[in-house]
């Protein structure tokens, strides 16, 4: 088996060792020696440390190189939409098997990817594009092929849990928290695509995918960063027995019509820390899975890192060469459900609002009405004195389930009261508080 790999970064020079490392047990395991055929990479000359390689390999010729007779399967471990997608299509027309850890170029269009490969009659595989070392998609992908999946809620990005995690555990605020995770580099120069929530986004996207037969893209997930979260709201939080996640949620529902539809969002949320995910700290990943027959599993682990992803990605490339050896190609792409994906205004959620309010009769009254007009039943209301000494009252109001446009109108006539100073906290409660 030649492999041609494009890029080695983090992932890519991870690929390299351990294929070097252990290259006498994946070529029992494939039933072929496995050997690189090729390198692609940005700049030749960089220093690389002490990869264990022919520097000979190296070229800034990604075309030319999965273009080679020679290669049977394309790693691309180079990240972004283009040039990667061209690649990708390229290879996978010319019938070569592609292993990828994409997330963004999956979820941008990953249906250009699944189409080509049907035409060339290669392997796409993708298990590290999402939460890393752990296995997430060929579960989703095969084992659970028989049953039928209901949600998917997950931590799966490392950066903002950490983040996250470290504002729970110290009570540090969100930027103290990211400039620890950048000082121990958790967090990248620009941690924008974490931190706002666009790389959770398009893992949720990829993983909505798979669980529910349907495509769905990064432009149907809804999505919210963590940069608002506070100090305030992570004690908050922490008073009623809970923490703050950022969550990767895939849901199935069916309307009163029969009407089954999907409804895909990341956003931060309050869970209860008696759910299984707030215990997963530091930067580990874990994925929640519930369906019909099998009941609720979870996935834990490394959801990055050089070697955790390089592991799935050898995982995949082994999978591949093994179907390439056999002459078969794995199952295509399922999307024969072609659900509707559900705007966020109608998925069904609850709120955690903190509002500073004029402490004088009549408060509550005015406050409760403003939710009974948008049908949303309060589940719990507490209130103490606001700081500053004014004379003002601090409302806690936990929400039961209302449609997610339902309770965005409440926070918004509440804003336009005169008795409300401000509404200081929004956040969505999940598992079951
Ligand atoms: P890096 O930035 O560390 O490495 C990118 C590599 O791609 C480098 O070797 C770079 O070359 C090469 N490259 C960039 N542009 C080009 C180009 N135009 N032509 C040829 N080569 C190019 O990225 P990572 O290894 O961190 O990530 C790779 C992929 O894996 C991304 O899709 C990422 O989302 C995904 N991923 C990463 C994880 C992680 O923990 N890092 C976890 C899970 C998925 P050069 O070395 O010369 O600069
Ligand atoms: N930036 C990502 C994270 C890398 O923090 O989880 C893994 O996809």
Redesign the pocket.
Same mark, same amino acid.
């Given at each position: 088996m030649r492999l041609a790999l494009? =890029?080695? @970064? &983090?992932? =890519? /020079?991870e690929v390299v060792r351990l294929l070097h490392e252990q290259s006498a047990d994946l070529a029992a395991r494939i039933g072929a020696p496995l050997e690189i055929a090729g390198i !692609? $990479?940005?700049?030749?000359g960089?220093d690389?440390g002490e990869l264990p390689v022919d520097p000979a390999l190296f070229t800034?010729d /990604?075309l030319g190189l999965i273009k080679r007779d020679d290669v049977d399967v394309v790693v691309? $471990? $180079?990240?972004?939409i283009e %040039? /990667?997608r061209s690649w990708l299509v390229e290879a996978l027309r010319a019938g070569k098997s592609v292993v &990828? !850890?994409?997330? +963004?170029?999956l979820a941008e269009d990953g249906g250009a990817l699944h189409d080509a490969a049907v035409e060339g009659g290669g392997d796409l595989y993708y298990e +590290?594009?999402v939460a =890393?070392a752990i296995p997430l998609l060929r579960p989703l992908r095969e084992s659970l092929h028989g049953d039928r999946i209901t949600q998917v809620t997950g931590i799966v990005n @490392?950066t903002t849990n950490f983040i996250l995690s470290a504002m729970h555990t110290t009570g540090a605020g969100f930027a103290e928290a990211l400039e620890e995770a950048t000082a121990l580099g958790y967090a990248e120069a620009d941690p924008t695509a974490d931190v706002e929530g666009f790389?959770a986004a398009a893992k949720a996207a990829i993983l909505a995918s798979l669980a529910f037969h349907t495509r769905v893209g990064a432009a149907d997930v809804h999505r919210e960063g963590i940069t608002e979260v506070t100090a305030a709201d992570v004690a908050s939080a922490k008073a009623m027995g809970c923490t703050i996640k950022l969550l990767c949620i895939a849901a199935r529902s069916t309307d009163a019509q029969g009407q089954e539809s999907v409804n895909v969002r990341v956003h931060p949320a309050l869970i209860p820390l008696t759910h299984p995910l707030a215990s997963v700290g530091d930067a580990f990943n874990a994925v929640f899975v519930e369906a019909d027959a099998a009941g609720q599993l979870m996935f834990y682990g490394r959801? +990055? @890192? =050089?070697a %955790?992803?390089a592991s799935a990605v050898l995982g995949d490339v082994v999978a591949v060469s093994r179907n390439r050896l056999a002459g078969v190609r794995s199952a295509s792409e399922s999307s024969y459900a072609a659900l509707p994906v559900r705007p966020m205004g109608e998925a069904l959620t609850r709120y955690h609002i903190s509002l500073d309010v004029a402490d004088r009769p009549g408060v509550l009254e005015a406050v409760a009405g403003v939710f009974a007009r948008h049908e949303v039943s309060l589940a719990t209301v507490r209130q103490g004195p606001a700081g500053g000494g004014n004379g003002d009252a601090v409302l806690v109001i936990v929400t039961h389930v209302a449609p997610d446009a339902a309770l965005a109108a409440t926070v918004d006539e509440l804003r336009g009261l005169e008795i409300v100073r401000s509404v200081t906290s929004v956040l969505r409660v999940e598992g079951g508080f």
């Amino acid at each position: 088996m030649r492999l041609a790999l494009l =890029g080695c @970064g &983090t992932v =890519g /020079a991870e690929v390299v060792r351990l294929l070097h490392e252990q290259s006498a047990d994946l070529a029992a395991r494939i039933g072929a020696p496995l050997e690189i055929a090729g390198i !692609a $990479v940005r700049r030749i000359g960089r220093d690389r440390g002490e990869l264990p390689v022919d520097p000979a390999l190296f070229t800034t010729d /990604a075309l030319g190189l999965i273009k080679r007779d020679d290669v049977d399967v394309v790693v691309e $471990v $180079v990240g972004g939409i283009e %040039p /990667a997608r061209s690649w990708l299509v390229e290879a996978l027309r010319a019938g070569k098997s592609v292993v &990828t !850890a994409n997330k +963004a170029l999956l979820a941008e269009d990953g249906g250009a990817l699944h189409d080509a490969a049907v035409e060339g009659g290669g392997d796409l595989y993708y298990e +590290a594009s999402v939460a =890393g070392a752990i296995p997430l998609l060929r579960p989703l992908r095969e084992s659970l092929h028989g049953d039928r999946i209901t949600q998917v809620t997950g931590i799966v990005n @490392g950066t903002t849990n950490f983040i996250l995690s470290a504002m729970h555990t110290t009570g540090a605020g969100f930027a103290e928290a990211l400039e620890e995770a950048t000082a121990l580099g958790y967090a990248e120069a620009d941690p924008t695509a974490d931190v706002e929530g666009f790389d959770a986004a398009a893992k949720a996207a990829i993983l909505a995918s798979l669980a529910f037969h349907t495509r769905v893209g990064a432009a149907d997930v809804h999505r919210e960063g963590i940069t608002e979260v506070t100090a305030a709201d992570v004690a908050s939080a922490k008073a009623m027995g809970c923490t703050i996640k950022l969550l990767c949620i895939a849901a199935r529902s069916t309307d009163a019509q029969g009407q089954e539809s999907v409804n895909v969002r990341v956003h931060p949320a309050l869970i209860p820390l008696t759910h299984p995910l707030a215990s997963v700290g530091d930067a580990f990943n874990a994925v929640f899975v519930e369906a019909d027959a099998a009941g609720q599993l979870m996935f834990y682990g490394r959801g +990055a @890192g =050089g070697a %955790p992803t390089a592991s799935a990605v050898l995982g995949d490339v082994v999978a591949v060469s093994r179907n390439r050896l056999a002459g078969v190609r794995s199952a295509s792409e399922s999307s024969y459900a072609a659900l509707p994906v559900r705007p966020m205004g109608e998925a069904l959620t609850r709120y955690h609002i903190s509002l500073d309010v004029a402490d004088r009769p009549g408060v509550l009254e005015a406050v409760a009405g403003v939710f009974a007009r948008h049908e949303v039943s309060l589940a719990t209301v507490r209130q103490g004195p606001a700081g500053g000494g004014n004379g003002d009252a601090v409302l806690v109001i936990v929400t039961h389930v209302a449609p997610d446009a339902a309770l965005a109108a409440t926070v918004d006539e509440l804003r336009g009261l005169e008795i409300v100073r401000s509404v200081t906290s929004v956040l969505r409660v999940e598992g079951g508080f």
